[in-house]
C-alpha cells in the first residue's frame, strides 16, 4: 500500500467517471497550492453540527439519535463560528470526494492547525469508492476558544493505493448486494450525524438476542410444557408487551394462558415487565414476571420494583411507578435532596404495599369498571350494573342486586381501588391500587 | 394629578415598548442565523428604524414635559400633532411586524441560498435593475408569493419621515414568500422565479403599463362600443385582463431566466395544490389565467427559444402531461365568475389578442437565454451522468469563461434526471434501497437536490476563485499533466 503522488492525482483529476480510476476532488479553488508532494489540502465547509444538551443524563446510539443530539448552524463565508475550549462540533471539507477502487484515503488534521489544538479527525479513514464531502469531528482541545472560518484550510488527504486483489468488484452471486454501493454515507455535502441501527437490532447480528422465555403448557400437546423465546427487537416497552400478548391470544388460536385485559393494560401503560412465564392453562393463573421499575432508573441491582408469583398474584402500585419515573428522572438531574427522599418514599410504598384478599365478586365489578373506564372517566352506578350482570351470569354468580353492588363499591372504596366524586354517585378507578387477584 | 401630558406619554410607553420588542427579536435572530444579504439587510433595517423611532419617542415625551412645565407652550394643536405622529409610527410599526417574523424564519438553513444568489445575479443582469436584492420570508400557504416592495418602500419611508430621518437606505429589493414546506428544496423554489416577475413589473412600471394599456386595448377591440356601455364592469373586466396579462408575463419571464425547470416545477406544484384535476386546468378565474392555458404559453416560449427540443425526447410521465396540457383547445377554456361557469367567451378572445404584447415584454426585460440553452445541451448528459454517480456536477466546470448559463444548465439537468428513470436506476444501484420506498425515495431525491445546490455553490466559488486569478479544476494544474 503505497501513497499516491501528485502527479498521479492530477492525471487521475482528468479521467472521466466512466474510467474506474477516475478520482473526483471538486472545487478545487487553488490548485497551485492544494497539492502537496503527497496530499491534497482539503477546506472547511459553511455547516455544522452542534452537539445539545439532551433531556436525558445520556447519549442512547440508537435509530432516533441522529435526529436528536444536534443543532444545524450555517456560518457563511467571511464569518466564523467559535468553538469554546473543550467543546467539539462536526464539519465538513468544502471539496466533495469520490474516490476509485482502486485508492482508499486518509485525511489528517492540517499541521498548523492541529498545532492550535484543534483536531478535526477521530475516524479518518475513507474507504474506497467513498463519495461525499467528509465530515469531520472538529474537536477543540485547548484551553481557549478557537475560531474556524469556513473556507480556510483545514486538513490534508493523502491517498494510498489497493492490494489489486483488493479492488476486484464483489462477485459472490448470493450475496444481495452484489455489485451495489453502501447507502449508508453515499454523497453527502454537509456533515451528517451518526447512523445507528438499534442496539437490539446490532445485537441480534452476532446472535446476541435479548429474549424473553414464555413456558405454556398446552393441555392439548403430548410434548406437555413448551418454551418459546419472544425476541426483543422492538423498539418500545409496548410493542414488546404487545408481542406478549399476540403469542398468548394469536398463534394458538386460542388463549393458553388467560391475561385478564385490565392487567395487561395497568402493566402496559405504567410499568416494564421483564421475564413474564406463562405456565398455567387455568383461567387467571397467569405469571411470573419481574415488574421492572426503579431500577431501570438507578441501574441493576437490588431496587427491582416488585416480583410477582404465580399463581395469580399480581402486586402493583401503578400511580407510584407512573410518577416514580419522572420525579427520580428528576431529581438525578437536579441533586435535589428532597427529591431523593420523595423517590425513596415512593420505593417504600411500592415494597410495604400490602395485598389484599377480594372476593370473586369484587374482582368482577373491579374489572368491569377497569374496562368501561380505563381509569379516565367516572361512571355511575347503573352503568356499573349494566356492565357487571353479564359477566355475574357468565361466572355463575347470580344476578347482582343494586344494594349489592353498593356494598361492593364500598368495600373497594375502603381498600382505595376505587374513588368516589364528592357526591357519591360516580366512581373512577384509583390511581394506586394495591391488589392481588386469586 | 394627571394631566394630558401623561396620556400622551402613555401612549409613546406603548409603541417604545412595541418597537423595543421588535428591535431586540432582529438584533437576537440576526446574531443566532444566518441570511441571504438582502433579508439580513431587512432585519438590520428594521433595527435601525427601531433605534431612531425609540431615540424620536424619547425626543417627543422630553419635549412634552418641558412644555407642560411651561405651561404656554403645550397646545392643543401640538398635542394633537404629536398624537397624529404616535399613530403613524404605530400603524407603520404594525405593517413592518408583518414582515419581520416571515423574514427571521427565513434563515440560511430554511431558504435555497445558492437559488437566491443565482436569481439575484439573474436580475441584476436585467435592465434598469442592477444592485437588485431578493429578500425571502417564509409563508404558511402552499404557494408562492411577492409582496410588494413599494408598499414596504412607502412603510419605511413615512415611519423615516415621522420620525424625522430622511436617510433610511431602502434599495432595490424584492421580497418574494416561500412555502415554510419547502424550506431549502431546489426543485420546487425554482417557482419563485414566477414572483421576480411580479418584482420587475413592480420596478419597472412602464412594462406594467404596456400590459395594462393591451389590456384596455384588447378589450376595446373586442367589445366596441359596449366597453364603454359599463364603466364598472369594463373596469372589472380590463383589471382582469391584466391580472392574467401580469401572471402569463411572470410565468414567461421565470422560462426565460430559469429554463424548463420552472415549468416543471410548475406542474408539479399545480399536481399538489389540485388545480390540475377535472376541467380545472381549463378553468380561468379572476386572478389567474387557466393552468392549461398557462402551460401551452409557456411551452411556446420554450419551443422558441429552442430548449424544448432538448427535453422532448426526455422519458417522463411530467413532459407528457405538460405537453397534454398545453396541447387543450381553447374552446375548452372556460371562466370562472363568482364560483359560477361564465359565458365570456369574449372575454377570453381579448385575452388572447394582448398576449402578443406579454410576449414582448417578456423579450424587452429579459437577456437571451441562448447561452444557457446551449450549455443545456452541451452539458446535460455529463452533468446526469455525474449525478448517477453520485457526484456533485460541479467538476464538469471546465477552464472555459465561467458564465450564469452553467448554473441554469445544472439545475435543469438535474430536473431531468429527476423526473426520468435516472433516478430510480441510481436508488437501485444502491445496497438495501428500493425505489418504489417512497421513504428512499425521497431521501435520493433530497439527496440529488443538495448535489445540485452544491454543485452551484461551487460555481460562485470557482467563479470568485478565477476572477481572483486561482486556477480552478480542470484548470491550469491539470492542463500542464494532459500536455505533459
Known sequence: MGVVRREELQSRLLKGLDDPQSLVITPLLDEAGAFDSDSVDVRLGQTFLLPKSLQQPYFCPDRKSHDTIYVELFVPFGRYLIVPAHQTVLGATLEFIKLPRDLCAEILTKSSIARTFVVIETAPWVHPE???????EIANVSNTPVLLYPGRKIGQLIFMHLDPDMTRPDTDANSPRKGKLDPT????????????????????????????????????????????????????????LLEVWNRIHGTHGRALTEVPDYLLSAVMESVYVIDPVYDSPAPGGLVQATVEGPNQIFGAGALAGGVCKKPGNIRLNIGTFARLGPSAYQSIHTHSVIGILQVAWALWEIFSNQTVNLTTQQVVVFRAMWELSRGERALAKEEIL???????????????????????LSDLERIKCIKPDSTLQTWTVAEEITYQFE | MRGPIDGLLQEAASVYRLVQFIERFCVEQKASRSYVPATSRFLGMARLLADRTKRHLQETAAEGVRRAAAKSSFTDTWLNNERDSLHTIK???????????????????????????????????????????????????????????????????????ATGQKDIPTGLVGFVELPFSQGPSLFSNVLMYHELGHFILAERTAVAGALRKAASDSLSQVYGKELTANPKSDQFFTRMLENWAFEIFCDLFAIRL????????????????????????????QSHPAPACRFQQQLAMLKDDGWWQSVALLDSDRRVQIERLAEVPKDRY??????????????LAAFDTLLGTVWKCVREV?????????????????????????????????????????PVAIINAAFCFYLSEQLPSLITALADQDATDLEHRS??????????VKAIEDFFLLEGAQQYGRSTTGGTAIKTVKGS
Open chain 2, 334 to 347: 372556460w371562466l370562472s365568475l363568482d364560483g359560477k361557469r361564465a359565458q365570456r367567451t369574449d372575454i
Open chain 2, 443 to 452: 431521501y435520493w431525491i433530497k439527496r440529488l437536490e443538495m448535489w445540485t
Open chain 1, 386 to 408: 349494566g356492565r357487571c350482570q353479564a359477566d355475574f351470569d357468565s361466572q355463575n354468580l347470580g344476578v347482582l342486586a343494586a344494594a349489592e353492588l353498593e356494598t361492593i
Open chain 2, 91 to 161: 400603524c407603520e410599526w404594525t405593517i413592518l411586524h408583518r414582515y419581520l417574523k416571515p423574514a427571521a424564519d427565513a434563515h440560511a438553513l430554511q431558504v435555497p441560498f445558492s437559488l437566491v444568489t443565482l436569481a439575484e445575479r439573474q436580475l441584476r443582469s436585467l435592465e434598469q435593475m442592477g444592485g437588485a436584492l431578493i429578500a425571502v420570508l417564509v409563508t404558511p400557504e402552499l404557494n408562492y408569493f411577492q409582496r410588494s416592495h413599494t408598499s414596504l418602500k412607502n412603510t419605511i419611508c413615512t415611519l423615516g419621515e
Open chain 2, 366 to 406: 429579459t437577456n437571451d437565454p441562448s447561452d444557457a440553452r446551449q450549455c443545456f445541451a452541451d452539458e446535460s448528459a455529463d452533468v446526469q451522468a455525474c449525478l448517477a454517480e453520485g457526484v456533485v456536477p460541479s467538476r464538469l466546470f471546465s477552464a472555459r469563461p465561467l458564465s450564469l448559463a452553467m
Open chain 1, 130 to 136: 467513498y463519495r461525499g464531502c467528509l465530515t469531520l
Open chain 1, 185 to 240: 454515507y453515499f454523497g453527502p455535502v454537509y456533515p451528517e450525524g451518526p447512523k445507528f441501527k438499534d442496539p437490539d437490532e446490532d445485537l441480534a447480528q452476532i446472535g446476541i438476542t435479548a429474549t424473553w422465555t414464555i413456558e405454556e403448557v398446552d393441555p392439548d400437546s403430548k410434548k406437555g410444557r413448551t418454551e418459546t423465546s419472544v425476541p426483543t427487537l422492538q423498539r418500545g416497552r409496548h410493542q414488546k
Open chain 2, 258 to 285: 430559469i429554463g424548463p425547470a420552472f415549468t416543471f416545477a410548475s406542474v408539479e406544484m399545480f399536481g399538489l395544490v389540485g388545480v390540475l384535476a377535472g376541467d380545472t386546468p381549463e378553468r380561468f378565474v
